[in-house]
């Protein structure tokens, strides 16, 4: 069974720091791209980051780049989200997701295979 798992969000005040995590099992990590997306209520879920299976390739929406950045550690199968400068409008639920990948990455959600079940962060401002 395919499982992710996200953890590390919580309360952070604006401008403040926090690192989400993404804990897999039960799949070929080092295939899988794996994308960080966000849903704050009312909006539609969006794609934050996302970095490649193999050669660390990332990509950043317009809103998070300079400030959020994405890493991967294979041995551990776990992927993780820096998240800097938070601001109020950050704040939503956090997932993280799998998509079978040889090469290249993208944050198409409908092309994704796996899903965590979300952390929230919450923002104070």
């Known amino acids: 069974e395919v499982q992710l798992v ?3 969000g919580g309360l952070v005040q604006a401008g403040g720091s926090v690192r989400l ?4 099992s039960g799949l070929s990590f ?3 791209a794996i994308g960080w ?3 704050a209520p009312g909006k539609e879920r969006e794609g934050v980051s996302c970095i490649s299976s193999r050669d660390g390739s990332t990509y950043y929406a317009d809103s998070v780049k300079g400030r959020f950045t994405i890493a991967r550690d294979n041995r551990k199968n776990t992927v993780y989200l820096q998240m800097t400068s938070l601001k109020p409008e ?3 639920v956090y997932y993280c997701a799998a998509e079978i990948r040889p090469v290249g990455i993208g944050l198409n959600p409908a092309l994704y295979d796996y899903w965590g079940q979300g952390t929230q962060v919450t923002v104070s401002s």
């Open 90 to 92: 950050d704040a939503a």
């Open 6 to 8: 996200e953890s590390g």
């Open 21 to 24: 995590s993404c804990a897999a």
């Open 30 to 32: 080092d295939d899988y």
């Open 37 to 39: 997306f966000r849903q």
